[in-house]
């Protein structure tokens, strides 16, 4: 009915490849600046939000990002965006945070009260494969095993942890 009666079609052409596609998104995902990433948040900046009142970060496709590094087999990419990507949503009950202007509640960790549910940290146990025991279960066990400040990375030699500081 859209074509006939509205005349709606599709204008779009493809213009590169999927795999060219995913390069250009990881490059992007890379770059600080054109991202807009900012590393003290461990997120990119929101552009919904206003930076007058507060700078404010957003994780929208946490495990896009923590993706990227693992189809890259990237270190330094996975300790620069997918550790903090990681941190992040194990210390922030939601997708959005800022600094300033948000309720202590907010920075408070519970495993009860996020907006990423068992779906994130059962993708998160498949992407890291299955190296680390504490994220198969539930975000009360991952906790735990991101306190002790280790985290397996899935294609390094021997599956090697990366310990983080502070």
């Known amino acids: 009915m859209s074509d006939s009666v509205y005349g709606v079609r ?61 189809l890259q087999r990237d270190e330094a990419l996975f300790v620069s965006r997918a550790l903090p990507v ?18 202590k509640k907010a920075g408070t960790l519970s495993p009860y009260n996020s907006q990423f549910t068992t779906a994130y940290f059962d993708g998160l146990h498949h992407l890291l494969g299955e190296a680390n025991p504490g994220s198969k279960v539930s975000r009360c066990r991952m906790v735990k095993f991101v306190k002790q400040a280790v985290i397996r990375c899935p294609f390094l030699p021997g599956r090697r942890s990366l310990r983080r500081g502070g």
């Open 86 to 103: 990681i941190e992040y949503t194990l210390s922030r009950g939601g997708f959005r945070w800022a600094q300033a202007g948000m309720s």
């Open 10 to 70: 599709d204008y779009r052409r493809q213009q590169l490849s999927l795999t060219e596609t995913m390069f250009n998104i990881i490059d992007l995902i890379q770059n600080d600046e054109a991202a807009g990433w900012a590393p003290t948040m461990k997120g990119f900046y929101d552009i919904e939000a206003d930076p007058k009142a507060a700078p404010t970060v957003v994780q929208a496709a946490p495990l896009a990002v923590i993706a990227a590094a693992v």
